[in-house]
């Protein structure tokens, strides 16, 4: 892909990753962490990884999280949002590097919902200074299954369809 | 470019399973070994300090608390059946409030801003000295 066509591509997943994350601050969120997010916008991370690669995953991730937790949300929702981000964008990258022949984007898409989850949990547990929040991972983890795989097909159905384009 | 992406593989299954025995898994351990046991009673940290201490079986009806001190101000309901709630906080976020009630040893409810923390505490049902 051409420099332009690639810088173009990296704006447009980072609008729509905004969008994502606006649209997942109406969804509930199974427990009370303050600015705590499902992890719907990680499909995003999933379009690109495979498409341009890593590292423009996750700046976009990065700049995704922070723009959209200034518009929505505040300082608190955008440490949440900026960790699960880069670890959910990370835990990605490596899975679908060593795993992707092998698993669709699905596998990869509950690795990276699960690391969301964890780096949220861990980051609640450092601003609360209670380690107790740790007992919610596992409610987290069964619903990272739902997102991360809802995640997971959206990107390969995009992929599928429009994907050959790029 | 854009490698061949094929439908649910053998390894996406084994993927999500683990998740999902890892996820069960820790739930079976924090509810035998962590929330074990019954409820006895209630500690009120301020600070990181003892504030005050209530056992639930000198409890006979509910009880309402309030916590007053220079960090904020909270009330706390106790009921005597073992459940505890914060009703009412100072801080901005609520997220005391928010959480509802607790009911198992070593659950606890916090307020940051206050630095208030409600801590359940139980007697285990079966004694670890004597094991």
Redesign the interface.
Known sequence: ?KNTKKLIFMALMTAVGIVLQIAETFMPFPI?L?GGKIGIANVVGLIII??LGGMPALVVAVLRASIGSMLFGGVISAIYSISGAIFATLIMIIAYRY?????????VG??GA?AHNAAQVTVATV????V?IF?Y???L??I??FTG?FSGLVA?MF??SG??K? | ???R????????F???LS??F???A??IL?NTV?YAGKVDGVIIEVDGKLYAKYNFSSITSQKMVEINTKYGYNVLDIQASGKVRVTEASCP?Q?DV??GYISKP???L?C?PNRF?VRLIGKPEIDIVSY
């Open positions: 892909m009370d303050p495979p498409t795993l992707h022949p092998k698993s669709s984007l699905v596998g509950v690795l699960v601003l609360l200074g209670n107790g007992s991972l596992p409610i983890m069964i990272s299954i795989g390969q992929l599928n994907g050959k790029l | 470019m854009v490698r992406v094929n439908n649910l593989t053998k390894t996406d084994v993927i999500i998740v999902f890892v996820a069960i820790s739930i924090l962590v976020d997220l928010l959480m070593n659950q606890m916090v940051l923390v």
